[in-house]
């Protein structure tokens, strides 16, 4: 008793699926009772061969075009592609025709039609989502493209593209100081090293560091000039900016990224959510405590035929 209300709950479960999904072939049928339904699905006839080739069309539409060269005459055919599209599915076996045909349990043709119905509502969820927030995401794009491309973070973005290492360091604002008395001196220029500091670094004070930290600071620069080059030789657009094709901070560059990475992000999320998710929380598998004694046993067997095959190969001789 238990087992047929279940089968009637599934079933009308099922025929509800259909009706959500607009089925054309359950539309004006009006069945309201669980036994109808049940008859109806798990009955062998040609109407619920009709409604599992709009369900596999409606999952893959190229079988439409295939569904229609084969005549109504070779059910066989149909039966043999029906259950070879399940088999593609993963929800049935390679020669499971009775289930394709209705001639198996209720309960398990129920449960593979309930699990073909699920692949189309995930389908349809996933392009309704795409369609409502297609229109949210262009807004958004476009919002934070214009927030970006402002006048007042244009010398920000300028600032980026074109780094610059401003103000100097301390150490390094002492060694030009020294540079430029020395060169005045030389030229007969007596200006003062403060003029020189206000043009080279007006934010900035004269520090005091000596030429050991003028040497640490030029092997700092040495090592990130190395590092800058080792990334320069692994970023291709890098490799293209140098080659001479400067790159350009493309707004609509940006738009396409974005929106790219915001579809990748929610197909990635769909996937995790429905098939990985429930893989990543499993514990790991318990090793068995045995393997040494199985891996004793074959070291034991091999080392046995091992003198099996010498002692043979010896008798053999002493024979000849």
Request: a negative charge; aromatic letters at 6%.
């Amino acid at each position: 008793m238990a087992d047929n209300s279940k089968e009637q709950l599934l079933s009308m479960r099922v025929y509800n699926s259909l009706q959500s999904l607009g089925c054309p072939l359950v539309d004006g049928l009006y069945l309201r009772e669980p036994d109808s339904v049940q008859e109806l699905l798990c009955s062998p006839s040609l109407h619920r061969t009709d409604i599992l080739k709009w369900i596999c069309a409606s999952i893959c539409p190229s079988l439409k075009e295939k569904f229609s060269t084969i005549k109504s005459t070779q059910n066989e055919d149909l039966v043999q592609e029906l259950t070879r599209f399940g088999y593609e599915m993963m929800l049935c076996k390679a020669n499971d025709q009775d289930l394709i045909k209705g001639c198996a349990p209720p309960l398990r043709q129920l449960r593979f039609l309930e699990q073909i119905l699920m692949v189309i509502q995930a389908d349809s969820s996933i392009n309704s989502r795409q369609n409502s927030c297609s229109g949210d995401d262009s807004v958004k794009n476009d919002d934070l493209l214009g927030e970006l491309m402002f006048q007042d973070h244009l010398t920000d973005l300028d600032m980026l593209l074109n780094p610059v290492c401003n103000p100097w360091p301390a150490h390094i604002r002492e060694h030009l100081i020294r540079t430029q008395s020395t060169r005045n001196k030389t030229n007969g220029n007596h200006s003062k090293p403060s003029d020189f500091i206000n043009r080279s670094d007006q934010h900035s004070r004269l520090g005091s560091h000596g030429e050991e930290s003028l040497t640490e600071a030029m092997a700092l620069l040495q090592s990130t000039q190395s590092t800058l080059d080792e990334l320069h030789k692994e970023c291709e657009f890098l490799q293209s900016h140098l080659s001479g094709s400067a790159a350009v901070l493309s707004p609509c560059a940006l738009k396409v990224a974005i929106s790219d990475m915001s579809q990748l992000m929610t197909a990635f999320g769909h996937i995790y959510n429905t098939d990985f998710k429930a893989y990543c929380q499993r514990a790991p598998p318990a090793l068995n405590s045995g393997a040494s004694v199985f891996q004793s046993v074959h070291q034991l067997l091999h080392a046995c035929n091992t003198v099996k095959h010498l002692t043979s190969f010896i008798w053999s001789h002493l024979k000849g």
